[in-house]
C-alpha cells in the first residue's frame, strides 16, 4: 500500500469535473513538494501536476493546462480536473518528494521508475463520452 491517502476519484461524462485529494497518512508533508501523475492502460505514468513545497510554484503538463489546478493547504493538496475528456482515463497517484522539481519537472526522472519519498495507491478516474 502507499503511504498517502487519496481520494476524489469516479465516473463522469466527458466535460466533467472532479476534484482529487491527497495527505500524508500519519504526519505532515510541510517541505514536500507534490505531484499528480496519470497511469492510462497499457502506457507509462506521466507527470500531470506539480507543485512546490510552499505552493510558489505549480507545473502542469502541456495536454492539461488550462483545464487543470494544483493547489495546497496546510495537511492537503488538490488537484481539481475541469472539462474532463475520455484520454483522460486512468489510475492518478500522488507522490511527494523533496527533489520532485529537480528530478522529475526540470529533470528527466521517469516517474515509472523513480523513487520517490512518499506515493499513493492510486484512484481511479474513468471519463466516459
Known amino acids: 500500500q502507499g503511504q498517502l491517502d487519496e481520494s476524489g476519484g469516479g465516473s463522469v461524462q466527458a466535460g466533467g469535473s472532479l476534484r482529487l485529494s491527497c495527505s500524508l497518512h500519519?504526519?505532515?508533508?510541510?517541505?514536500?513538494?507534490v505531484g499528480w501523475f496519470r497511469q492510462a492502460p497499457g502506457k507509462e505514468k506521466e507527470l500531470v501536476a506539480a507543485i512546490t513545497w510552499n505552493g510558489a510554484i505549480t507545473h502542469y503538463s502541456e495536454y492539461v493546462l488550462g483545464r487543470f489546478t494544483i493547489c495546497r493547504e496546510p495537511n492537503t493538496t488538490y488537484l481539481q480536473m475541469n472539462k474532463l475528456e475520455p484520454e483522460g482515463t486512468g489510475m492518478y497517484h500522488c507522490v511527494s518528494d523533496y527533489d520532485l522539481f529537480r528530478s522529475t519537472v526540470r529533470g528527466t526522472a521517469s516517474p515509472g521508475t523513480h523513487l520517490y519519498d512518499y506515493w499513493g495507491q492510486g484512484t481511479q478516474v474513468t471519463v466516459g463520452s
Open positions: 500519519s504526519g505532515s508533508l510541510s517541505g514536500y513538494a
